[in-house]
């Protein structure tokens, strides 16, 4: 699990160093891609990986190469977008977006035991008060932390996008989604995590009850109870999405 670890908390570093909105400049998107690559390289160097290990190590770092700038030109669609920063063409952004997100946890999970662990993940734990505690484990669990703050952002945003609820929009009337979002996934993992599941039912049953007078109230000026909008739709498409990620973190830190 160290590798699939290692390269989600390289991701979610890159993704918190973005600009506001998720949408950085060029040369921005250059500099993450690269620093991204180089911190996944030095880990594969450190890791000793045997057989298809190496592999693994090649296609974690092509995908963070791939997904920092191809996620942010496809959160850009609709912008205007300075000179000499051209995007993908219609959903091809998109599909190169998820597909290099997709590729870097599918090749760290199929090939994670041959490709090793970085070893002086041990030695900092093993010097540190959480010296009891395993070391890759605790890798999974910080990574998974951080994937939840700007990258489950980021793939909730162009889920929404992709459907044609663009969040943007949406964002000024259900104001504070891009706070909640990563406060409620924290809460879904860490209850999670522990071991309570029916803690973290709450927290998500907690948020549809807060957010249905929102759901319903008039939209336009319009009398009387307001009925299924964009604005529906953007909550139930984003908190699906929101929630997925969120398990999907429950499940790493379950199997580590």
Known sequence: MAGVAWWLLVVGL???CRADGDVTGLLRRRVLAVLGVVAVVGAALLSDPTGRGWWGWVLAAAAVAVWVPASSAALARGQVQPPGQPLLHGRWRFAAAYGAFGTGIAATVVCGPAMGAPHFVDDVVAASVLGRFDGDALLVV???GVAQLATANILVRLLLDLVGVPAHDNEKQLRGGRVLGP?????VVGLGGAGSLTGASLVVAAKALLRFPELRAP????????GPSDVTEYFLVGSLASWSVALAGVGLIALA
């Open 142 to 144: 910080a990574a998974v």
């Open 183 to 187: 406060m409620e996934r924290l809460l």
């Open 219 to 226: 939209r336009d000026g319009a009398s009387g109870f307001g």
């Open 14 to 16: 890159c993704d918190l």
